[in-house]
């Protein structure tokens, strides 16, 4: 395992999470697939896929820049996580009261498309500082104050626009959200809250899954947040599912789970018991993730999504012409390509 990096103590440091990432490529066709898994690297799986070990305290945000090291982006598109929609759905029961109350302890504040912009640049040594701990990620728009007073505002201006009848309790989530997209033109609505710790939101593999009864019990506590100075509502895990869009027009999607452990890699042969303790306590002396394995290559921004990757595979290895293949490699090269290759166990 590559490691050059001083060893340094972190206190009270709790067991490092396993995690599974996998690219969705259920659209790809058998034959695309297979010129993926000839000339992607893609070897065991149908999916390109890393696994990893990470902090027990990182959070989305870094996690987000752990992804882009593992897969091969740049950070140059929008981005989001959410939970599966079965358990988004579960949560909300289809009330905008429940919805609101999220706002702030598991969700953003809803924005509409051409609100987005990106806040951040990538350089690699920049990178690094923000997906090893100890993690200091802030950002104004997440305190729950701000989303407190989006929220308050919010029922202030609706309940002067319903009929007097009628209550903000008894409103639907999807009639007024996700039916109506002209009231504040709030089209995303379900964006996770990067402060938010992985642990916190992603169930391990068997593990409980908490309903909003159980939130609501939970989040009349308060937890300090050191970063932010403030006190905040303590999430519980709701999803065994994460799932990571990036790039809206290529369209890119990972899925990520908590498996227990990598008995399933071992018993493989994929990885050994000693590579699984040795990246343990890596991350937890260094408060580093740890890619212990991966199934394919790396992919790139702006071509195409998945099914541009392969086009990209089929031009430079499988098509006849030498002038396309030299014109794609040049490009390819351009992006970066080559130089994104990761091998597995490594410290990142």
């Given at each position: 395992m590559k490691n050059n990096s001083k060893i340094i103590e972190f206190p009270?440091?709790?067991?490092?999470?396993?995690?599974?990432?996998?690219l969705e490529m259920k659209w790809i066709k058998e034959d695309e697939l297979k010129v993926i898994q000839e000339f992607g690297g893609l070897k065991y799986g149908k999916a390109i896929s890393r696994d990893i070990l990470i902090p027990y305290d990182m959070p989305l945000n870094a996690l987000h820049y752990v992804i882009h090291k593992l897969f091969g982006w740049e950070n140059s598109h929008?981005?989001?996580?959410?939970?599966?929609?079965?358990d988004f759905n579960r949560l909300i029961q289809d009330k905008l009261t429940n919805w609101l109350f999220l706002i702030g302890c598991l969700l953003k504040i809803p924005v509409s498309y051409d609100a987005l912009?990106?806040?951040?640049?990538l350089y690699d040594d920049?990178?690094?500082d923000i997906y090893n701990g100890p993690y200091k990620y802030e950002e104004a728009e997440e305190l729950y104050s701000t989303c407190k007073n989006f929220t308050d505002g919010f029922k202030k201006e609706l309940q002067a626009v319903l009929p007097e009848n009628k209550s903000i309790e008894e409103c639907s989530f999807k009639g007024l959200i996700v039916d109506n997209h002209s009231y504040?033109?709030?089209?995303?609505?379900?964006?996770?809250?990067?402060?938010?710790?992985?642990?916190?939101?992603?169930?391990?593999k068997g593990q409980h899954l908490n309903s909003f009864e159980d939130l609501g019990k939970k989040m009349v506590k308060r937890k300090?947040?050191?970063?932010?100075?403030?006190?905040?509502?303590?999430?519980?895990?709701?999803?065994?599912?994460?799932?990571?869009?990036?790039?809206?027009?290529?369209?890119?999607r990972v899925y990520i789970t908590r498996p227990k452990n990598f008995d399933?890699?071992?018993?493989?042969?994929?990885?050994?018991?000693?590579?699984?303790?040795?990246?343990?306590?890596?991350?937890?002396?260094?408060?580093?993730?740890?890619?212990?394995?991966k199934d394919g290559g790396p992919v790139l921004d702006d071509v195409g999504g998945v099914y541009g990757y392969y086009e990209m595979l089929k031009v430079i290895f499988v098509n006849k012409s030498k002038k396309a293949r030299t014109d794609m490699l040049k490009w390819a090269y351009e992006q970066g390509w080559e130089l994104k290759n990761i091998d597995a166990p490594i410290v990142l």
């Open positions: 009270d440091q709790k067991e490092p999470i396993c995690l599974h990432l996998e929008l981005r989001n996580f959410t939970i599966e929609k079965k912009f990106l806040r951040e640049d920049w990178l690094a504040g033109n709030m089209i995303i609505y379900d964006n996770l809250l990067e402060s938010l710790e992985v642990t916190s939101v992603l169930a391990q300090y947040q050191p970063r932010s100075r403030s006190l905040s509502p303590e999430m519980l895990p709701v999803t065994h599912k994460l799932i990571y869009d990036y790039d809206y027009g290529d369209d890119w399933t890699l071992i018993k493989s042969g994929l990885i050994t018991a000693d590579d699984f303790e040795n990246a343990k306590k890596t991350v937890s002396q260094l408060h580093k993730p740890v890619c212990l394995f």
